[in-house]
């Protein structure tokens, strides 16, 4: 049996978890705590890198302590302590990943870094110890990546996008559209009850061999008829096609995966997967298939520390650890 305490905060949530867990058995999510800075970056219509690190230093040790509490757990039964070493803002990466050496350090325990990426892919894993083979899709505000999945550290890349993530091109949209940040759930929201046939947006790459992505012709095509309908756009209808066409280009291309590897089980995750429409799309065209769907549980698709526990768990019960003058890497891909 092992607990585990992971910190994430590579880009404006300050997050930490405490995960218990042993070999072939369930793992349990002892306490999940973040702090979203949310709000402190909507007025600037993004993430502010410098205000980011400020603030993670700021929420970090309460944090912690909120934790410690929650999990009814004392710092120094934990066994492990991990961190959120790339990819994403060097500044932010590095509040985390110093504070759960420092731990890790001075009660003389293991230190995990831990792939932000990786901890999304097995997101929807948490709670078991095994990872089936499947296709794998990770659609978050900074990355949009198909992959093949063995089982836990065995990963091959199928393709990925080749411009704008799906989520950033949700945001980039939601602020052409006068919509907060972060844009996804605002055009959510704004697409209820719209036509997604209003607007014939492209499909840009769907029917090429490759399993590549591309959103910013989508992204342009929305810009022009904004221009050129001049106030007379109608939200819900435009939230609607644009939403249509994001989750086409994302069913099309995994179930294309799927077809080629011959995986029974696909696999989603990263803050995108919270969207309902997207759900239902993938939820139809695997029952159309008869294979399996597994989506992390909403409070695991946005950023969060529990899965950044779980893929530091799987890697510690396996005998892993990292070296505590491992540096981050803001740009560190995940195959
Ligand atoms: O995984 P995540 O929290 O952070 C990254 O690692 O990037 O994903 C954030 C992204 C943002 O682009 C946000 O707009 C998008 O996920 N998002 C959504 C929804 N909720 C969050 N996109 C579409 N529909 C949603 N309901
Ligand atoms: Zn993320």
Redesign the pocket.
């Known amino acids: 049996m092992a607990l585990l305490l992971a910190i994430e905060s ?2 404006d ?1 300050t997050a930490v978890a405490i995960l218990r867990g042993q070999p072939g058995e369930a793992t349990e999510i002892l306490a999940s705590e973040i702090s979203s800075q949310i709000e402190l970056h909507r007025e600037h219509g993004g993430v502010v890198p410098e205000l980011a690190s400020r603030n993670h230093s700021l929420n970090l040790r309460p944090l912690v302590d909120q934790a410690i509490a929650h999990a009814g757990v004392g710092v120094t039964e934990i066994d492990a302590f991990a961190a959120t070493t790339g990819p ?1 803002l060097a500044s932010s990466l590095l509040i985390g990943s110093t504070a759960a050496k420092a731990m890790a350090c001075a009660l003389g325990k293991p230190f995990l870094g831990v792939n ?1 990426l990786e901890g ?1 892919l097995l997101s929807p894993f948490v709670g078991g110890t095994q990872v089936p083979p499947h296709v794998a899709l990770i ?5 949009t990546l198909l992959l093949e999945v063995a089982g836990a550290g065995r990963y091959t890349r199928l393709g990925g996008t080749r411009d704008d ?4 091109a ?2 980039k949209v ?1 602020k052409m559209l006068g919509l907060p940040y ?7 929201k704004a697409a209820v009850g719209g036509d997604v046939k209003a607007y014939d947006f492209p499909r840009s790459m769907l029917h090429d061999p490759h399993l590549d992505f591309s959103f910013s012709g989508l992204k342009t095509a929305v810009l022009y008829t904004l221009q050129r309908e001049e106030g007379n756009i109608r939200l819900p209808d435009l939230a609607a096609s644009f ?1 249509q066409a994001v989750i086409e280009i994302l069913v099309g291309k995994t179930m294309k995966a799927v077809e080629r590897t011959g995986h029974r089980m696909v696999a989603l ?8 429409a ?1 759900r239902a799309a993938f939820q139809e065209a695997c029952d159309k298939r008869g294979i399996s769907l597994a989506i992390a549980p909403p409070a695991l ?3 969060n520390a529990a899965m950044i526990a779980f893929a530091a768990l799987l890697r510690h019960l396996d005998g892993q650890s990292s070296r505590l003058d491992e540096d981050i890497f803001p740009n560190l891909p995940l195959v």
């Open positions: 590579s880009c949530e994403g932000h999304h659609v978050s505000g900074g990355h993530a799906a989520g950033e949700y945001d939601g972060p844009g996804g759930p605002e055009i959510e939403q995750s990263g803050g995108v997967t919270m969207n309902k997207l698709c946005t950023d």
